[in-house]
């Protein structure tokens, strides 16, 4: 997992208040993922960015969330107006190439919990 | 939904072989099988692929049956840092959704002094 840099590890926030989760992929990668970890449950997909475009973005709630990924600066996910259902870990991963092939390699997470 | 179905929990002694299994009866000739581990509070670790051959890495081996409809992920001498949820993911390769892994429930292995 190292290289893979994403924070905050921790966030709280109150039903409404918005979330910003920042993901710095491993030096090298221009290809970045982000997954969402409900409690007791697997990885899902969310979205897939390169420098500044969304590729795909199948995984991600149409309401309320929102991926960039800047030509610099880190990889932001937004969640705007959080409700007790955000409540989850968000893992970026990254990759040199488009992931068709080899891995992935994840960051450690951040888990925000929304009061 | 996830193409794979693996036990929801096993255990073994530590500095002993641990095997866990995974069936994907319905893999495609196109997919690899992938494991991933991830231990408490941190992200997916990878640890072994492959296609139809065993492999094995400083970490694993992975043994494919010939039908290719079942898997084996060996950590040969289990230690206590090994005890996490092992993921067994069939991913297509050379496809435009690759990147997409699709992670089941994983099995929790549990490893004992």
């Known amino acids: 997992n190292a290289g893979v840099m994403q924070n905050p590890r921790h966030l709280v926030r109150r039903r409404g208040q918005e979330a910003r989760l920042r993901c710095s992929p491993m030096?090298?990668?221009?290809?970045v993922y982000w997954y969402r970890q409900l409690p007791e449950e697997g990885l899902k997909f969310m979205v897939y960015l390169q420098k500044e475009n969304i590729i795909d973005e199948s995984g991600m709630p149409k309401e309320r969330f929102s991926a960039e990924f800047p030509k610099e600066g880190p990889s932001i996910l937004r969640i705007q107006q959080v409700v007790r259902g955000d409540s989850a870990a968000y893992f970026c991963a990254s990759s040199a190439f488009r992931a068709d092939t080899g891995e992935l390699f994840f960051g450690e997470g951040s888990r925000l919990t929304v009061l | 939904d996830a193409k794979t179905t693996q036990p929801p929990s096993m255990d073994c002694a530590e500095g002993r072989a641990a095997n866990l299994p995974c069936n994907h009866s319905?893999?495609?000739?196109?997919?690899?099988v992938y494991w991933y581990r991830q231990i408490h509070s941190q992200g997916p670790q990878y640890i072994i692929h492959g296609l139809k051959n065993n492999e094995t890495n400083e970490m694993a081996s992975l043994i494919i049956t010939e039908d290719r409809k079942s898997s084996t992920l060996i950590l040969p001498h289990a230690t206590l840092r090994d005890t996490a949820v092992y993921y067994c993911i069939v991913r297509p390769v050379g496809m435009d959704s690759s990147y997409k892994l699709i992670f089941g429930s994983g099995t929790r292995l549990l490893v004992r002094p």
């Open positions: 030096k090298g990668h221009s290809h």
């Open positions: 319905t893999i495609s000739g196109n997919e690899y």
